[in-house]
């Protein structure tokens, strides 16, 4: 299941559906009650998990309460939805964004039923809190984050294990998040014919740079990235000893897809000769889900 923030007008009735549904309805409360003042403000990160049929199925809500710290509200998820492990789901997303933020610890208002969930997930109980609505009573909950992985630290580990990089003399540079350059040379090994370059290498370096500029903008919100599709043009011949500079961005990015477009350079005395252009479109999922990030810690 994949949790994202809501984005249409359709994903944003589900989502305050839901939390109207759970949080509010129960005890009587408006419609409207399960809005919150803030929750328009650009700082406030939501939190949504959606079925096929686009039904709510869970929700959460994160914002900094004071300098370091991030508060979680509105967690949510549907009866016919529960034991299904959305709930932490929802929490990890919230703890991922808020650790990307530079957030140390997390806290929230829990209430008695909820208490077991949070525990499991590290929380907590720092004490009584409040008692809503006059009947349900709330506990305050903490939980120390550990500091986000830098991009330094995230690319380090990528090239550690990217043999095919390695193999190849490839070498990766990041100007920023979603934008970077691979440079390699021409060797014997990469010709198909005596003298010329196999177009499967040119292809690995243009797939390469462009994972990897997918790949950099979604370190930033630990997130890694597969291949969904891949274009390429070949424009010019490439020879042996001849040295390739590819440079690639992403040229869009939305909550599932991530879209490269790249160039591969011959450079030379003569200066820089395009010899291939690329198109690449990238699934983003949790860093979590291949423990990519605990070989971090």
Excluded at 41 to 52: E, G, K, N, R, S
Excluded at 193 to 204: I, Q
Excluded at 276 to 290: C, E, V
Aim: aromatic share 8%.
């Amino acid at each position: 299941m994949t949790i994202t923030a809501p984005r249409t007008l359709r994903e944003w009735l589900a989502y305050y559906e839901l939390r109207y549904k759970v949080l509010r309805q129960p005890w009587q409360q408006p419609p409207g009650s399960e809005k919150a003042d803030d929750d328009e403000q650009p700082a406030v990160i939501h939190a949504l998990a959606l079925a096929p049929d686009g039904t709510a199925l869970a929700t959460g809500r994160l914002h900094e309460s004071a300098p370091g710290q991030g508060q979680v509200r509105f967690m949510a998820v549907a009866p016919e939805a529960q034991g299904q492990g959305l709930g932490g789901q929802v929490l990890r997303y919230l703890e991922a964004q808020a650790q990307a933020r530079g957030l140390r610890e997390i806290v929230l208002h829990a209430r008695e039923a909820a208490l077991a969930f949070y525990r499991r997930h590290g929380y907590a109980v720092l004490g009584p809190s409040h008692t809503l609505y006059g009947q349900i009573p709330h506990f305050l909950m903490q939980k120390a984050l550990p500091s986000a992985p830098s991009l330094a630290q995230m690319v380090a580990m990528y090239n550690s294990i990217n043999h095919y990089g390695r193999v190849n003399g490839m070498q990766l540079h990041v100007a920023k998040p979603g934008d970077v350059e691979y440079r390699m040379s021409v060797r014997d090994e990469h010709l198909s014919s005596p003298g010329t370059c196999h177009g499967g290498v040119l292809a690995g370096l243009m797939d390469a740079a462009l994972g990897a500029a997918a790949l950099t903008l979604a370190f930033t919100t630990q997130e890694l990235v597969s291949t969904v599709e891949f274009k390429m043009n070949f424009l010019h011949a490439v020879h042996l000893g001849d040295a390739l500079l590819a440079r690639a961005q992403v040229e869009h990015h939305g909550k599932k897809l991530v879209v490269t477009r790249g160039v591969i350079y011959r450079v030379g005395g003569t200066g820089e000769t395009a010899v291939a252009q690329g198109l690449g479109t990238f699934n983003r999922y949790p860093a979590d889900k291949r423990g990519f990030v605990k070989e971090l810690a």
